[in-house]
């Protein structure tokens, strides 16, 4: 079925939930996660600041992420593959996905809609479109969901 799931991961909450359903898989297809970290260059290009200091903030911060991907994965024997790379987020995933030869994507989504959504643009819906290897989305528990309008007559 699979064999290298890649798993982006930024520490946020669907991209935990995301992990957890990547290992699940992992562990029943005896697959191998790839565990993927971004340095999002384009954020450090439009500070002021010391970027040399923000870019080995954001590797530590990588590192540990990645890190407690392999520590999740221990429990059941998932072999999990970490690594830190730095670009515009959803390049670098589809980039890191051709090398690895991966053959699934696990991302997790904020669920965001409207107007929100078109500001903040989507790392996963870029991946989703531009992707040569399936993509299952995982929607994070916390993440809004838009009610159906009611069909009731009162309304």
């Keep these: ?13 669907p991209a935990d939930e995301a992990l957890d359903r990547a290992i699940d898989l992992a562990a029943t297809a005896d697959a191998t996660v790839y565990a993927l970290y971004v340095v999002d260059e384009r954020v450090l290009h439009a500070t002021q600041l010391d970027a040399g200091g923000l870019v080995r903030a954001y590797e530590e911060e990588g590192e540990r992420i990645v890190s407690e991907a392999v520590e999740a994965a221990d ?7 970490t690594a830190v790379e730095h670009g515009s ?19 997790g ?4 809609r409207g107007i929100e959504r ?6 996963t819906e ?5 992707a040569d290897v399936p993509v299952l989305t995982i929607r994070s528990e916390d993440s809004p969901i838009e009610e159906e309008e009611s069909l009731d007559a009162d309304a």
């Design 126 to 130: 870029r991946v989703l479109r531009m």
């Design 1 to 13: 079925m699979y064999d290298r799931i890649l798993v982006p991961l930024d520490g946020s909450a």
């Design 75 to 81: 429990p059941v024997g998932v072999e999990v593959v």
């Design 109 to 112: 989504t904020h669920g965001r």
């Design 89 to 107: 987020p959803h390049r670098a995933i589809l980039q890191y996905a051709e090398e690895v030869d991966a053959d699934l994507i696990v991302m």
């Design 118 to 123: 078109y500001l903040l643009g989507s790392v």
